[in-house]
């Protein structure tokens, strides 16, 4: 059932008012639109169809050169103002391009590959790389999608505009990073193997799903958009393994087919959080089986609330520290090592 077309707009430009000017201005203009109403109003689902149609239009612009190109800085460096007649190219734009924008609109996922959260695994992994019994460890994101945080190793980052880390010269992530001793941010060790394991993969190295992920960012978001193009250039430099599939089946298989006397980190980033409870302790239960056999260290987020955990086990025990407190979107980072755990 469609929920009510003028309410999911004006909602829409409400919410998004700051994070995108522009997509507050449209949202805005299409919620008293009744050509756009009569074409658009099956599709209005939920509050997420809303998003999914502006980033359904914005992939379109990808592959239809338009006028529509010079108000969103996808485009340009400088943009022209958004006016009546803007709205107008914008309208013409969606009612020439309508099967493909409603087919992306019906089809798209919301799910955003945000590069700079790689960043996260700098203090983690520095943390996990001093207790492993081996200089070779193997790395594995559960939920990976494009598989871009698994080249974190390749990045370069500033942290609290004092300390760099890694090849800053191409891709540069800033960083704030709270109660870390900075000494402790050395270069960065490379993985013997890399595995993404994810329900749903997108391969970033075919265009038609790298302009979809491109499309899920405002069009202001230009600092996460180049990283996501350096971060797709290193990418096909440096290739991972990407599994699809049943994600606890492949990393069950992954963790089996690696070498013994090798350490395994497994993590994810915001990734777990609508898993049914069932599925958080099959997923458990399968990584405490697995450590019996062999060195294993659990990254999570999301599982026992919004802080970063670690989970390790010595001597047949389990134990678990809060590493991390994770803003995603301002690029925060708290650490909460030595501090009490509550769950």
């Known amino acids: 059932m469609s929920f009510k077309y003028r309410n999911l707009m004006l909602s829409y430009s409400s919410v998004i008012d700051r994070k995108s000017p522009l997509y507050s201005d449209i949202s ?28 359904s239009v914005l992939y379109s612009l990808y592959y239809h050169d338009d006028e529509l190109r010079d108000y969103y800085m996808n485009f340009n460096d400088f943009v022209k103002p958004f006016d009546d007649d803007a709205y107008g190219l914008f309208k013409s734009f969606v009612q020439r391009h309508r099967d493909m924008i409603i087919m992306m609109t019906t089809t798209g996922d919301l799910k955003k590959n945000i590069v700079e959260r790689s960043s996260l695994l700098v203090p983690v992994f520095h943390r996990i790389v ?43 992530i800033k960083v704030k990073l709270k109660g870390y001793n900075h000494s402790l941010l050395k270069p960065l060790e490379h993985p013997h193997m890399k595995y ?38 290193i990418f096909l430099e440096h290739p991972v393994t990407m599994l699809e599939g049943d994600e606890l089946v492949l990393l069950e298989q992954v963790i089996d087919e690696l070498p013994a006397d090798e350490p395994i980190i497994i993590f994810h980033v915001h990734h777990t959080k609508n898993w049914s409870d069932e599925k958080k302790a099959n997923f458990l239960s399968l990584i405490s ?38 803003d995603l979107d301002k690029l925060k980072i708290e650490w909460l090592v030595n501090q009490p755990l509550k769950i």
């Open 28 to 55: 805005k203009r299409m919620a008293d639109d009744k050509e756009l109403k009569m074409l658009l109003s099956p599709l209005m689902t939920g509050p997420e169809a809303v998003p999914l149609f502006m980033s």
């Open 130 to 172: 001093k207790e492993v019994s081996s200089c070779r460890f193997n790395v594995i994101e559960v939920g990976s999608k494009a598989g871009l945080l698994l080249n974190y190793d390749w990045y370069g980052y500033t942290f609290n505009k004092a300390v760099s880390v890694g090849d800053t010269e191409h891709i540069n």
């Open 196 to 233: 993404g394991i994810s329900e749903s993969v997108t391969h970033i190295e075919n265009d038609d799903e790298f302009y979809w992920m491109l499309s899920l960012l405002y069009p202001e978001e230009t600092k996460r958009r180049k990283n996501l193009l350096k971060a797709r250039q």
């Open 289 to 326: 089986r697995k450590a019996a056999d062999k060195e294993i260290y659990h990254v999570h987020h999301q599982l026992f609330g919004s802080d970063i955990f670690l989970d390790y086990f010595n001597e047949g025990y389990l134990k678990r520290e809060k590493l991390a407190n994770f």
